[in-house]
Nanobody
Framework: VQLQASGGGLVQAGGSLRLACVAS????????MGWSRQAPGKEREFVAA????????YYADSVKGRFTVSRVNVENTVYLQMNSLKPEDTAVYYC????????????????????WGRGTEVTVSS
């Protein structure tokens, strides 16, 4: 599967953006789709994940209550709605896919995800 993220840009603090990740190829019902981000000079960190079949959602504590992950199955698209953005949300955002239903680790573990797309840059000005 190939993943293409879009929707990044420059926004003022307190503003909103919606990122989209379109998957080319088959998404299986057991897949988990994730969003991660990497700020300049920092390691990549988990943001959110969603189970493709059930829609169950998981979030990093830093974004709970502000970000919402969703999916539209017929469009093969995962969205990340980001509200109340803060300067510390500035990063390159990546979408990813976990294709191993037997993986027993947490959703925040980068090694869980088998496929990664190119990132989309989000800049939040103060």
């Amino acid at each position: 599967v190939q993943l293409q993220a879009s929707g990044g840009g420059l926004v003022q603090a307190g503003g909103s953006l919606r990122l989209a990740c379109v998957a080319s190829g088959t998404i299986y019902s057991s897949d988990v789709m994730g969003w991660s981000r990497q700020a300049p000079g920092k390691e990549r960190e988990f943001v959110a994940a969603i189970k493709w079949r059930s829609g169950a959602r998981y979030y990093a504590d830093s974004v709970k209550g502000r970000f919402t992950v969703s999916r539209v199955n017929v469009e093969n698209t995962v969205y990340l709605q980001m509200n109340s953005l803060k300067p510390e949300d500035t990063a390159v955002y990546y979408c990813s896919a976990d294709r191993d239903p037997s993986y027993s680790g947490t959703y925040s573990e980068a090694q869980r995800y088998d496929y990664w797309g190119r990132g989309t840059e989000v800049t939040v000005s103060s």
